[in-house]
């Protein structure tokens, strides 16, 4: 099974910078989708964003425009990167390995998640 680690959280002050990486480790052969989902306190865990193996990206609606996701295919690693935080992207931000069936997306594996804290 692919193991996903995340590195990049910690303590940011507002109006600072995010890169976050994800690296998957124990491919099965093939190149996966990969993203980003998020849960702030009291919240339900949302979509951040997902990028195909060919580079094609979904951003969720609350979060367009604010990230980008992008990936290295031959480090198998996905990264997000976030300019101008805000308290509002205070939250565990989990990465994910998965497949898109149509508009769904399977997800296979998930990152144990990485603490973001906006704060001055």
């Known amino acids: 099974q692919v193991q996903l680690v995340e590195s990049g959280g910690g303590l940011v002050q507002p109006g600072g910078s995010l890169r976050l990486s994800c690296a998957a480790s124990g491919s099965d052969g093939s190149i996966h989708a990969m993203g980003w989902d998020r849960q702030a306190p009291g919240r339900q865990r949302e979509l951040v964003a997902h990028?195909?193996?060919?580079?094609?990206?979904k951003y969720g609606d609350s979060v367009k425009g604010r990230f980008t996701i992008s990936r290295d295919n031959a480090k198998n690693t996905v990264y997000l990167q976030r300019n101008n935080l805000n308290s509002e992207d205070t939250a565990v931000y989990f990465c994910?390995?998965?497949?898109?069936?149509?508009?769904?997306?399977?997800?296979?594996?998930w990152g144990q998640g990485t603490q973001v804290t906006v704060s001055s």
């Open positions: 994910n390995l998965g497949d898109y069936a149509g508009a769904y997306y399977f997800v296979r594996s």
């Open positions: 990028i195909t193996n060919a580079g094609n990206t």
